[in-house]
């Protein structure tokens, strides 16, 4: 099987796994209001400041080494709500240059007065997978794809 790190890991310590939920951020974009703002303190799981810091593919790669990594997901990673599609568009980059992550959940706000394709982050990525609706699981979308969907707000 192939692993993101291109060999096999036999080591008995090695877990292999599909990362399902990781994100990725360049803070010198300033794409991440949440990121750059400090200590927050209404972060539900308390003082996040460690992570506020770049983390990319190679990032990834490291803290990944010793594991068989069968592929990844970028879950959206509070980008800025007024441009939301350039995360599909830079993260889809990160695969094209890095080979991770195999899938994007992306956010998608409704409550925007722009229109056309920002509606539909599947178009911006083949990788790409909806995010409309809380609680609603995988099901699929009304262009056929399917995905996780939760409400962005």
């Known amino acids: 099987m192939k692993t993101i790190h291109g060999t096999w890991n036999d080591s008995s310590d090695a877990v292999t796994l599909i990362d399902a939920h990781h994100h990725l951020w360049d803070l010198s974009m ?11 303190h209404d972060f539900f799981m308390g ?12 990032d990834y790669r490291r803290d990944a080494a010793g594991h068989n990594v069968l592929t990844t997901v970028h879950c959206e990673a509070e980008w800025a709500r007024d441009d939301q599609l350039v995360e599909t568009r830079w993260v889809t980059a990160m695969h094209e240059r890095y080979g991770i992550p195999g ?8 409550h925007t007065k722009r229109r056309g394709d920002h509606r539909r982050p599947g178009r911006q990525s083949p990788r ?8 609603n ?6 262009d056929g794809s ?3 969907w939760h409400d962005a707000g």
């Open 30 to 40: 300033k794409k991440h209001p949440n990121r750059v703002s400090g200590v927050r």
């Open 47 to 58: 003082d996040d400041s460690a992570i506020n810091r770049d983390y990319l593919p190679a």
């Open 103 to 110: 899938a994007i959940v992306a956010r998608l706000v409704r």
């Open 128 to 135: 790409a997978r909806h995010s409309l609706k809380a609680g």
């Open 137 to 142: 699981g995988v099901r699929a979308g009304q």
């Open 146 to 148: 399917r995905g996780v």
